[in-house]
């Protein structure tokens, strides 16, 4: 009993690691740089991996891991095979076709530039740091408190986002039941076919969660009553300012002196990163 | 307190329409028991009451229905939330916050209740229902009975005047059933509360109800005194079936009741001749399982049991005793840390994927987390293809099984016992030495069931297969089981003929051996034998 008080007197407000992404967010969008996106990225990882809970929201991560790696594959693969020509020095050449001219200045295969590969690391890495600052947010923040502090004058908004950030979470969880499920029938879920068949029964299921959610949430007049009240209000206090201040000096710092070394930079940021982890 | 005039609900595209042109008034501080085949409406009917439908879920609604006084037409749910308390049938998906306290506390909040007015409700609750202990625990971590009891808890906090209830006792142990009924028999009674309950085991619940609503399926609705409606009912639990079947002219509602008209009975029953058994199909030694990775809690310590060729063997016990776990063991899917488990002299974990479908057929709880096709016809040959059989014969197995509905209609979209069906008609299509069930009773109605027995003493008429089942459900076991294993807290604590142990147990006794106590019947099946042989 007194442990599990101990642990919500240690968590963050519920709202801090969404505030947290969002600062994240823009400085990765104002930077524009690959080295800024890997050491968020490398913080954000470094972050989850300091925070460990055996709650499903948190379990959630590996996979939102999986995704990112997903998408840094695609999209290195997108931009070796696809886009314009770029100069520089040519690495290897792979078959290509010439379009037709209406599509001039596009290219499929051909030389493959080291400005090309750059350019498409580059691109990649934003979109890995984008999806880990989320998926960071979202495994180390409780999606059921999140729903509590919302202002609930934005009853769609808020509706939208819990079932959101609930939803994905509780979906890992079913992968696993319908995996072992799918032993059960006779078929090694590993392969790309199988994702087709573990996706069906788990995005039904999430579909019928959320709309049971919903359901229960407008039956317990949630959002009809201009003035809730709180039966144990969370608190923002230092601590979490603190741990916010991190990034938000770092993305001062960055603006103001868009001259500083790289690698400075991208230690600072990694530690702003990590900050609410060294608190807590 | 809750009144129907002319009310008829239709869904978009259905073909029939849900209710038609129904009036009924449900008094205050009355528990009502709602009752019908699966599909039949009763949760549509629930929602009705307090305006999620149409509201939150769409339907074409007419009539109207008037709940303390406010029209459903003409507000939303949410502005019944201090009314109407309403507990679904999945209550974990329901659940908005993650510890106990503050899952209660939710309705308060966002009702605007001051924190003190709000902290003494919470309290009071947390008594009624027993939760204090749990106050501060994770919802997830609580057993299917604790968490029914939460839910019930948080719907009860705004001190509504009508608690409605979707199936609350379906996925609870006998026990815990029990515990449940008799805390909303305790709130009718003390508090005033009007109790409306949709439930398909009745043998559960009959004993507390004031009267019945009973839903055709077909449109029309009765309402009545239980003993009005139970005698023409399709729908009756076993308690009644039995008066029936001795024709004691009489509707008994409780075993007391029953015994108060019935005649002596005692005949010793002709015992029936023992089942020829074959060879052994599971045998598990002294396994030990944990998910638990410093091993402090265990889920099963030491078990050893033996499950041979032609039986049927039912696992039961509480919420948690470890039975899925068990289960789990015959397909090499629990986290072993002692022991071994044998499927036919091989060790499951040794199987490989075509080879485990054609030892062991598992149903998980879910039955839907084996189908994915997009209708019955693809789900079929989808399982023809896995099975490696010729392709037709799941279908065929399938009709044998029940009558099938639409071969284009999707596996989600059907009944709870024609989904069931599918899947057993799947596994069976590779014709498994073992077939497994976790509890497959949950949501079934009477019917349902009824063809669910007859299909697993159909499986195991030939003494080369065998079928293990885990439920809650004290009359299935009484049907079809040749023996029950009970486990509590990962142990195995009884394991005999069901006749002996089932008998042995007041809790787990079915209503045809508390009824009549002085015979070994303990089905109404071994009651049809009687009555056939005796004319």
Not at chain 1, 146 to 174: D, E, M, N, W
Not at chain 2, 87 to 93: A, L, S
Not at chain 2, 486 to 505: N, Q
């Amino acid at each position: 009993m007194r442990t599990s008080r101990r642990a919500r007197k240690e968590n963050f407000h519920p709202l801090f690691f969404w505030l947290w992404a969002i600062t994240l967010l823009v400085i990765l969008l104002v930077s524009n740089s690959a080295l800024v996106s890997l050491s968020i990225s490398a913080g954000a990882i470094a972050l989850v991996l300091m925070k460990p809970s055996n709650t499903y929201w948190y379990q959630s991560f590996r996979w939102s891991i999986r995704l990112a790696a997903l998408a840094f594959t695609l999209r290195m693969a997108f931009g070796v095979i696809i886009g314009v020509p770029m100069p520089g020095r040519v690495l290897f050449t792979i078959p290509g076709i010439t379009l037709p001219d209406l599509f001039v200045g596009i290219r499929l295969g051909g030389d493959v530039t080291s400005q090309r590969l750059i350019s498409a690391f580059h691109e990649a890495s934003l979109l890995v740091a984008l999806i880990l600052i989320f998926a960071a947010a979202s495994a180390l923040s409780n999606p059921h408190e999140f729903l509590r502090v919302l202002p609930r004058k934005y009853y769609g908004i808020g509706l939208a986002t819990v079932i959101a950030s609930s939803v994905a979470p509780q979906s890992a969880r079913s992968i696993q039941r319908v995996r072992a499920a799918r032993r059960l029938r006779g078929e090694n879920s590993t392969g790309i076919a199988s994702y087709r068949k573990v996706g069906i029964p788990v995005l039904e299921e999430s579909l019928e969660r959320s709309i049971d959610l919903a359901a229960s949430l407008e039956s317990r007049g949630y959002g009809y009553f201009p003035n809730p009240s709180r039966y144990r209000p969370h608190i923002w206090r230092l601590r979490e300012t603190l741990a916010l201040a991190g990034p938000i000096y770092a993305l001062i710092f960055l603006l103001l002196l868009p001259a500083v070394s790289g690698v400075l930079l991208a230690g600072l940021l990694l530690f702003a990163v990590i900050t609410p982890g060294l608190i807590s | 307190m809750i009144t129907f005039s002319n009310v008829s609900l239709i869904y978009p595209n259905a073909e029939r329409t849900i209710v038609e042109n129904v009036s009924f008034t449900v008094n205050e501080g009355e528990l009502l028991l709602l009752i019908g085949h699966t599909g039949a409406g009763k949760s549509s009917l629930l929602k009705l009451i307090n305006g999620l439908i149409p509201h939150h879920t769409g339907g074409i609604l007419t009539g109207e229905i008037n709940v303390a006084g406010r029209s459903t037409r003409a507000i939303k749910p949410g502005e019944l939330a201090d009314i109407v308390g309403i507990v679904g049938q999945n209550p974990i998906n329901g659940f908005v916050s993650d510890i106990v306290e503050d899952e209660i506390a939710f309705s308060l909040e966002s009702l605007g209740v001051a924190p003190e007015i709000m902290r003494k409700r919470v309290e009071e609750v947390l008594d009624l229902l027993a939760l204090a202990p749990l106050r501060r625990r994770n919802i997830s971590e609580l057993s299917g009975g604790e968490q029914q009891r939460v839910a019930i808890a948080a719907a009860l906090v705004t001190n509504p005047k009508v608690l409605l209830l979707d199936e609350p006792t379906s996925a609870l142990d006998p026990s815990a059933a029990e515990e449940v009924l008799s805390i909303l028999h305790r709130l009718v009674h003390d508090l005033g509360l009007t109790v409306i309950l949709a439930e398909h085991r009745l043998e559960r619940v009959i004993g507390f109800v004031d009267r019945i609503i009973l839903i055709h399926g077909d449109g029309t609705v009765d309402l009545g005194p239980a003993r009005q409606i139970l005698s023409k009912s399709p729908i009756a639990p076993p308690l009644v079936e039995l008066a029936k079947k001795f024709e004691l002219g009489q509707i008994p509602l409780s075993i007391r009741e029953f015994r108060k008209f019935a005649p002596e009975i005692s005949e010793t029953m002709v015992q029936a001749a023992g089942k020829n058994l074959g060879d052994t199909i599971l045998a598990i030694n002294s396994v030990s399982a944990s998910y638990d990775q410093d091993l402090r809690s265990k889920a099963l310590s030491d078990v050893s049991i033996k499950v041979s060729g032609g039986e049927i063997v039912a696992l039961m016990g509480r919420n948690g005793a470890g039975k899925t776990t068990l289960l789990k063991c015959a397909v090499g899917q629990a986290p072993l840390t002692k022991g071994e488990v044998r499927v036919k002299a091989r060790d499951p974990k040794s199987f490989t994927d075509k080879e485990l479908i054609r030892f062991v057929g598992y149903i998980p709880q879910d039955a839907g987390d084996l189908l994915y096709g997009q209708s019955i016809k693809q789900e079929c040959d989808l399982a023809d293809l896995d099975n490696g059989v010729e392709s037709g014969r799941t279908l065929a197995i399938y009709s044998d099984l029940m009558k099938i509905p639409s071969l284009n209609s999707h596996p989600r979209d059907i009944s709870e016992g024609q989904r069931l069906g599918l899947a057993l008609s799947i596994i069976l299509s590779a014709q498994p030495a073992l077939v497994i069930l976790d509890e497959p009773t949950r949501g079934l109605d009477y019917e349902a069931k009824k063809v669910l027995i007859t299909n697993l003493k159909q499986i195991t008429s030939e003494s080369n297969r065998a079928v293990l089942i885990s439920t809650h459900d004290v009359e299935l076991v009484a049907e079809v089981a040749d023996r029950v294993i009970f486990l509590a807290d990962g142990e195995v604590i009884a394991d005999g003929g069901s006749r002996e142990v089932l008998k042995a147990s007041p809790a787990f006794a079915p209503q045809v051996s508390k009824a009549l106590p002085n015979n070994s019947w303990i089905s109404l099946s071994d009651v049809e034998r009687y009555l056939s042989e005796k004319n």
